[in-house]
């Protein structure tokens, strides 16, 4: 286009028209039943691809006046009356759908597959492997549903740049944005991109049919660099500049507005190089610009890293917008290369969800639970159930016969043994309901490798490395202040005995406050003081240790997460008091993070004890939540904040995210409202409108101790 420079700044009219209310019921399983009645004793695969279709087919492109890049997320609204409704997911219900701890969503797609062959090269692949296994019924029908799904996929993007045709006649729209918008529609509809807006738009268009077909948390992976070859080519053609660059990736990202999108920039090459390029500068300045939850950015971050770049990001985290998260690169690749992957896969990883570390297309969805390790102190006390909700663990007898320390901490081991197997075995039969032959997944498993080379679905063999879980374990730094003063006061003070200390905790304290202040004062995680910290330590290898002896239904690894997503609030709500002087139903510490308040020692004392852990064993990933006064972020200190984040990953930390915003305008937000609709604070995986959280998750970021 003529003045592409004109992009910046449009995404802000175009924020406003995303705010503006939908028309109709959102009701995307009334479409796929349309798929769904075509033949409805269809094959799955057949079945499944027709409802697919359907989503793709009978959705109503919509063409904003402010947009470049074409698609949006208000997508599959019906005012079809509420007894049509009811009746049409009463029958696509019958067929059952996958979920998230069976592998539907959070997953970061193979995009370099895609823009390097187009979607007619999609098909031609998939024509080819189609001939090669033309003796083998099942696959015949597994690839079928993928080429009819990839070929209603390119009728909807052409139906995209029908509908902008038709916008030239309205009043309000910008013909020279709309030749613009038909003319990338029409050339990635079937052929590879051949532009950085054209490969833009491609990524889009998928990442939004995968909204059609509801799954949550998809990740749009290293943009920075597979989009980075058409973002060179066109810089130097002199067809982009970085500006403009921006201004499209703009258009995108205000579209994303409250979604959990991860998107990652940087990283290590297996030479050891920073990848860190021009596009992921133009990247880290649209997400800033834009100033929305839904652009969940994750920096993977090098030694090497520049200083001038790691400066940038923390002003963007200065914001309030408390992303980038940074991730430590050596750690993570330290830790995948348990798992047996190629090197060049581990290399090319990226994060799904949260902070969650995935094998960029090349494994099925992601999927994680939560472990609640403080919830066994109730099980170690109470003979093995615990007084809130009635969950069972091990009855091991009295607790007074326990005599040491030593002893204690066995008993905790079979607890946390016991639990973590109750645990798998949940797992295992939300999966082993799940026949991998009836709920294929044709679309996404094209965007997977080796789905189409082998003729398989995604979950059912089609990928070249298994499925993995993550099991999220709660309370890091409530375990181990609790271990801390129960060595403290009970074995080594002797200020209390173990059966004072239980009663105390069924009794929520009351009558016990002396006890409890003695528990309160013992040493805390989160101060450099290796009397508590080498229970943080412990936790983190004991649990490793108990999960790595499971697999997934495919073979795949369990990995740990020291990561809570607000859970940890949740959580404390069903556990009882704890050694730590926790009060019954208050929330566990926060995923890696120390318990609010108690680190106490400052910024320097909260990152020596947070690194302490092997965090090489977390391949899951994990988090550690900070908060800075916004001075901190000041021309003026922002040489230390730098300084402080790289002396915490060589101590080996693995992930840290910083809220940038002061106590007194979280306090003013909560009591108006009104006045703070665009406050971003960054909840923990994920960033949020603040005034949009629930009172519970406001006054645990509230809590959180403040740097300076």
């Not at 208000?74 to 009463?90: E, G, H, P, R, S």
């Not at 070929?151 to 916008?167: P, Q, T, V, W």
């Not at 839904?294 to 985290?317: A, Q, V, W």
């Not at 615990?386 to 969950?391: L, Q, T, V």
Request: with cysteine; charged share 25%.
């Amino acid at each position: 286009m003529r003045n592409e420079g004109s992009l910046m700044k449009l995404f802000e009219k175009l924020n406003n028209e995303l705010c503006e209310e939908s028309c109709g019921i959102f009701a995307p399983y009334y479409f796929r039943y349309i798929g769904y009645a075509q033949d409805l004793a269809a094959c799955p695969a057949k079945l499944r691809a027709n409802g697919i279709c359907a989503l793709f087919e009978k959705t109503a492109p919509v063409v904003l006046k402010n947009e470049i890049i074409a698609g949006n997320t208000k997508l599959l609204y019906t005012d079809k009356d509420d007894q049509t409704l009811a009746a049409a997911k009463k029958v696509v219900d019958g067929f059952g759908s996958r979920d998230f701890i069976t592998n539907k969503d959070h997953y970061a797609p193979n995009y370099d597959q895609i823009l390097t062959l187009g979607i007619n090269g999609i098909i031609e692949k998939i024509d080819s492997s189609l001939k090669e296994y033309s003796h083998d019924p099942e696959k015949l029908e597994t690839l079928s549903g993928m080429r009819k799904t990839m070929c209603a996929f390119s009728h909807l993007i052409s139906r995209y740049a029908d509908e902008a045709e038709r916008c030239k006649d309205k009043d309000g729209y910008n013909d020279e944005y709309l030749d613009y918008m038909i003319g990338n529609c029409r050339a990635v509809a079937s052929e590879r991109p051949q532009s950085f807006a054209q490969a833009l738009q491609l990524v889009w268009f998928c990442h939004t049919a995968f909204l059609m077909e509801e799954r949550y948390a998809m990740a749009l992976g290293r943009l920075d660099q597979y989009l980075y070859p058409f973002f060179a080519a066109d810089i130097e053609k002199g067809i982009l500049t970085e500006d403009q660059a921006t201004g499209l990736l703009e258009n995108v990202f205000i579209k994303l507005q409250n979604d959990v999108v991860n998107i990652c920039i940087g990283g290590k090459s297996p030479d050891g190089s920073c990848d860190i390029n021009r596009l992921s500068c133009c990247i880290l300045k649209a997400v800033k610009n834009c100033n929305v939850p839904g652009p969940n950015l994750s920096l993977r971050y090098t030694e090497n890293l520049p200083d001038d770049f790691l400066d940038e990001c923390l002003k963007t985290i200065g914001t309030g917008l408390g992303y980038p998260a940074m991730m430590n690169d050596d750690i993570n690749i330290a830790a995948l290369k348990k798992y047996g992957y190629a090197e060049k896969d581990i290399y090319n990883y990226s994060m799904v969800g949260c902070i969650e570390n995935f094998i960029t297309g090349m494994q099925p969805p992601w999927s994680d639970g939560r472990f609640d390790p403080p919830r066994c102190f109730d099980y170690i006390f109470n003979n093995g159930v615990c007084k809130i909700d009635g969950s069972m663990g091990l009855d091991m007898g009295n607790v007074e016969d326990i005599k040491s320390m030593e002893e204690f901490m066995a008993a905790f081991e079979k607890q946390l043994e016991y639990s973590a197997s109750a645990y798998m075995a949940s797992f295992n039969n939300c999966n082993n309901k799940i026949n991998q032959k009836y709920f294929p997944e044709p679309f996404l498993s094209c965007f997977c490798h080796d789905c189409i080379g082998r003729g398989l679905d995604i979950n059912d063999g089609g990928s070249v490395y298994p499925s993995v879980h993550g099991v999220a374990l709660m309370g890091i730094g409530t375990t181990a202040d609790s271990l801390a003063a129960i060595e403290k006061v009970v074995f080594e003070d002797k200020s209390a005995s173990l059966s004072e200390l239980k009663a105390a905790l069924n009794a929520d304290f009351d009558g016990y406050e002396e006890l409890r202040r003695k528990l309160v004062l013992a040493p805390k995680y989160g101060n450099d003081d290796d009397f508590v910290d080498k229970y943080a330590v412990w936790f983190i290898d004991f649990l490793a240790g108990v999960f790595e002896k499971y697999k997934t239904r495919d073979g795949g690894g369990i990995y740990i997460a020291a990561a809570a997503n607000v859970s940890n609030i949740y959580a404390g709500q069903t556990i009882n008091a704890t050694p730590d002087g926790r009060h019954r139903g208050e929330p566990l510490s926060d995923a890696a993070s120390p318990t609010y308040g108690r680190d106490s020692n400052g910024a320097t004392a909260a990152i020596k004890s947070v690194s302490k852990p092997d965090y090489t064993k977390v391949a899951c990933g994990s988090v550690v939540n900070q908060k800075y006064s916004p001075s901190s972020f000041s021309d003026n200190n922002l040489a230390k904040l730098r300084a402080m984040v790289r002396t915490y990953f060589k101590l080996g930390g693995q992930e840290i995210q910083i809220n940038a915003t002061s106590r007194d305008t979280l306090e003013k937000a909560m009591v108006h409202p009104e006045n703070y609709k665009n406050l971003v604070v960054r909840v923990s995986g994920f960033s949020a409108i603040y005034v949009n959280l629930s009172k519970e998750v406001q006054k645990d970021i509230l809590n959180r101790t403040q740097h300076e």
